[in-house]
């Protein structure tokens, strides 16, 4: 069956019977997706897994996206069905390829940021990093929570087993016993969890929209480190000094963002044959740590 065929489908069964056509849409990891054009009502985003999904894999990413609305004022699209086999959303568009688009985003990011601290971090319940679940238990140390449970927790995963030696394995162990001396001491905030350039798109007036969250209670750097790892476009480039200015942030954060952005490298090559290189990245974060000959 085709990803458009399979997509119309799982619709009809949700109870979406109008559909004339679906226009599959690339870009995503780990997903199906496509724009399911309709007779009589407005296209709609609809996105499912190849394979049967985790019941609640859908549910966990309509609730972040609502968290993301309504605790951190990020727009989001409106979710019309969130159901074991599939999403369906409200139509985004495109971004802009303009400065300014991605400054108003810096503002709207750092308001995120700034604006909903915990006192401890995790989430209420896990959720979903891709395929791959992200698990949230509560945590009152920050260094604690990211070394357990979004660095550590990879390493069982039968891909990172295979690509990571126990040289790496033990580097990775070193690093995060590091943590307090590598890292600020930085509070518990909400965050996107997912945020690259592919998952910022825009309302009808032009403000940065955002999908696809795993979010979670944790350090707001997870956010930029993903952003400013993963080939940001060259119109994002005021992005940064915008967001660092908002947000008070040192003149060394950049260094800080590879061992930060070592969770989501963990995370596509737990999950993905063709790993884009993020093995590589790995063993060169860990580098300083691995045991000496």
């Known amino acids: 069956m085709t990803p458009a065929a399979l997509l119309a489908q799982r619709l009809a069964r949700a109870g979406i019977s109008d559909v004339v056509t679906v226009e599959p849409v690339s870009g ?28 609640d894999a859908f549910a966990a990413e309509a609730e972040g996206l609502t968290v993301l609305r309504e605790l951190g004022g ?60 992200q698990v949230n238990t509560w945590a009152g140390d920050g ?44 509070p518990a905030t909400l965050t996107h969890g997912d945020l690259w350039a592919q998952n910022v798109l825009a309302t009808a007036d032009g403000r940065a929209a955002l999908i696809d969250p795993a979010v979670s209670y944790t350090w707001a750097e997870v956010d ?17 000094d915008v967001y660092a200015d908002l947000t008070g942030l040192d003149d060394d954060w950049p260094a800080r963002m590879p061992i930060i952005q070592l969770r989501q490298h963990l995370a596509v ?17 860990l580098a300083p740590f691995r045991p000496r000959t």
Do not use: M, Y
Request: hydrophobic share 45%.
């Open 28 to 55: 995503g990891l780990a997903a199906l997706a496509g724009i399911a054009h309709r007779d009589d009502a407005p296209p709609v985003f609809v996105k499912t897994f190849a394979e049967a999904p985790d019941g």
């Open 74 to 133: 990020l727009p989001t699209p409106d979710v019309l069905v969130a159901g074991p086999e599939l999403l369906v959303l409200s139509l985004l568009q495109p971004r802009p390829r303009d400065e300014a688009f991605w400054e108003r985003f810096a503002h709207a990011l750092a308001h995120l940021h700034l604006s909903t601290g915990h006192p401890r971090f995790g989430w209420h319940r896990d959720n979903w990093l891709g395929r791959r679940r």
């Open 143 to 186: 260094f604690a929570f990211f070394a357990e449970h979004r660095l550590l927790r990879w390493l069982p995963e039968p891909r990172v087993r295979a690509a990571l030696g126990s040289a790496d394995r033990t580097a990775l162990e070193r690093l995060c016993d590091r943590l307090p001396e590598l890292l600020p001491q930085r």
């Open 224 to 240: 930029l480190a993903h952003l400013w790892t993963t080939a940001p476009p060259p119109e994002s480039r005021r992005f940064f």
């Open 269 to 285: 090559l737990a999950q993905f044959d063709d790993d884009w290189g993020a093995a590589d990245l790995i063993r060169a974060t």
